[in-house]
């Protein structure tokens, strides 16, 4: 029952098959077994997750599983990254600064999936304020990837994407701001989207980097995803920077053909720095979609080089302001050793934030300064309408984008973590989508020989032939519909099983 796909749990819940009830017993037992290892919540709420699924059921039985069709959602066991506030629970950010907050309401996302009918089971560990690539910055606990105990989920989302695959949950929202929900999804075998800027609400969100932040799913099936995308999609009026758009339904092209559908891929991505094995298992899903008819061309983006350094101006520099809230005042953390108004700011700083965090700040407080300003953030900002503008002259000809959507698969923990600049590097393909808030989803497309040094439990399958790798596809400002139509093809021609703890 826990390795159901979403939406083979919404058939069965509607047709009677099986109950909420059991399909929320069935997450925790799996939580419990596995948790001890996989480490992918910060916090799971039993008790309330139970009690929902029995109105839940109530609510099924009573209408015939009719009540279904206004609620989507209706009994099934979600998660969330614990960097979206849910009233009276903690959010942490996986941070110390943030030990102890509670949550004064609820985040439009999140709030959307209660209005579903989905039974929220708990929030996941994440780098902490969503800034890494590994999981590993997180204050609190090392989330393991379910493939191989060795390595790390991926990041920031690990926690998300680590308790999709090990089926402790049916779907989870995570936040991407250069890569953080794609990345992870890559190296757990999940599917992760990355909606276009502007489509899901931000409200409720702690921010990392405003411009650059956005909530997507994790999911285990393409189609799994646009169905959470169908519930979160939508104007917000408290997100200033939501875009009032009429909803879509994204699961309407999952099952056409791409006959005649045009893909780039991205010339500069499948060279130098990506791991061969990465570019052989790419190589044979772009055999698959072209079976299937896609005609695939390869292009060149040449401003895809300046787009690191782009980010991580742009994302340090508003990090820089966002983080400035948290002065010991207002929330959580508060030193206990300060003798002035200055020193409780200073010390609770200090002691509450990591060490990554404040190599964050103390970068875009320094692009942001006087003198500093035009020669780092504004030319940061010209390089991002040059991305857009290379984008916009692919989308002209081309239906989507592709490339891996990590140069390698999921890497050892310790491998990177003490060497900022080779993990910034990892990020290569997912942070231009960022920079021009364009749409961009990565679909497992097949396993990589990699060495596996021993799964989490007992897989029943995947592990075996060596670790996921994700395919990136990126298309037009809300091309979702697209997006999700060729994501869902190159999910059909890949040869990819997943992993069944
Ligand atoms: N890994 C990137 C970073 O460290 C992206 C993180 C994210 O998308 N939140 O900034």
């Known amino acids: 029952m826990q390795h159901l796909t979403l939406k083979e749990l919404q058939k069965k819940l509607r047709g009677g098959e099986t109950t909420a009830v059991e399909a929320a017993q069935k997450v925790f037992t799996q939580i419990q077994k596995h948790e001890p290892v996989v480490k992918a919540y910060l916090q799971t709420f039993e008790k309330d997750a139970l009690e929902q699924a029995q109105k839940a059921d109530e609510l099924l039985r009573s209408t015939n599983g009719a009540a279904a069709d206004k609620q989507p959602l209706l009994g099934i066991p979600l998660a969330i990254k614990d960097n979206m506030n849910l009233l009276n629970t903690e959010t942490t950010c996986a941070s110390k600064i943030l030990k102890g907050y509670i949550s004064p309401y609820t985040a439009t996302a999140v709030q959307k999936l209660q209005a ?37 989920p991926g990041g920031s989302s690990g926690g998300a994407a680590a308790a999709v695959a090990a089926d402790e949950c049916f779907g989870c929202l995570g936040s991407d701001t250069g890569g953080s929900i794609r990345q992870p999804a890559s190296f757990c075998g999940v599917v992760g989207l990355k909606p276009t800027y502007g489509l899901v609400s931000r409200y409720g969100l702690v921010a990392f980097a405003s411009s650059l932040d956005q909530i997507g799913p994790l999911a285990k099936t393409v189609a799994d995803a646009a169905l959470i995308l169908n519930v979160i999609a939508g104007y917000d009026e408290q997100d200033s920077t939501s875009v009032k758009q009429p909803v879509k339904d994204y699961t309407e092209f999952l099952d056409r053909d791409i006959k005649g559908q045009k893909i780039a891929v991205i010339k500069e991505l499948l060279g130098d720095g990506i791991d061969d094995a990465v570019r052989q298992t790419i190589q044979t899903a772009l055999d698959g979609l072209r079976k299937q008819g896609a005609i695939i061309e390869e292009i060149a983006m040449p401003s895809f080089k300046y787009a690191l350094a782009a980010y991580y101006l742009v994302a340090t520099s508003e990090a820089s302001a966002n983080l400035a809230r948290f002065d010991g005042v207002r929330f959580g953390h508060r030193s206990k050793n300060a003798r002035d108004m200055l020193e409780l700011f200073k010390k609770s700083r200090a002691e509450g934030f990591g060490a990554e965090v404040k190599r964050r700040i103390m970068l875009g407080t320094y692009a942001l300064s006087a003198g500093y300003y035009d020669a780092y953030y504004l030319k940061a900002q010209k390089v991002r309408t040059v991305i857009k503008q290379d984008y916009n002259k692919a989308f002209a000809r081309y239906d989507a984008v592709l490339s891996p959507t990590s140069p390698s698969v999921a890497f050892k923990f310790g491998e990177k973590v003490n060497d900022p600049l080779s993990m910034y590097l990892s990020d290569i393909a997912t942070i231009p989508v960022n920079l021009a808030g364009l749409p961009g989803i990565s679909v497992p497309c097949g396993t990589a020989g990699d060495a ?18 994700g395919l990136q596809l990126v298309a037009g400002e809300f091309a979702e519909q697209k997006l999700l139509q060729i994501a869902a093809a190159v999910e059909r021609g890949s040869r990819f099983e997943r992993i069944r703890l």
């Open 116 to 152: 579903a009918g989905a039974v929220i089971v708990g929030k996941t560990n994440l780098d902490e304020f969503a800034m890494g690539s590994s999981t590993e910055n997180s204050a609190f606990q090392q989330t393991t990837n379910p493939w191989d105990r060795a390595r790390v």
């Open 452 to 469: 596996v040094s021993g799964t989490v439990g007992d897989a029943v399958s995947g592990a075996t032939g060596g670790l996921p790798v």
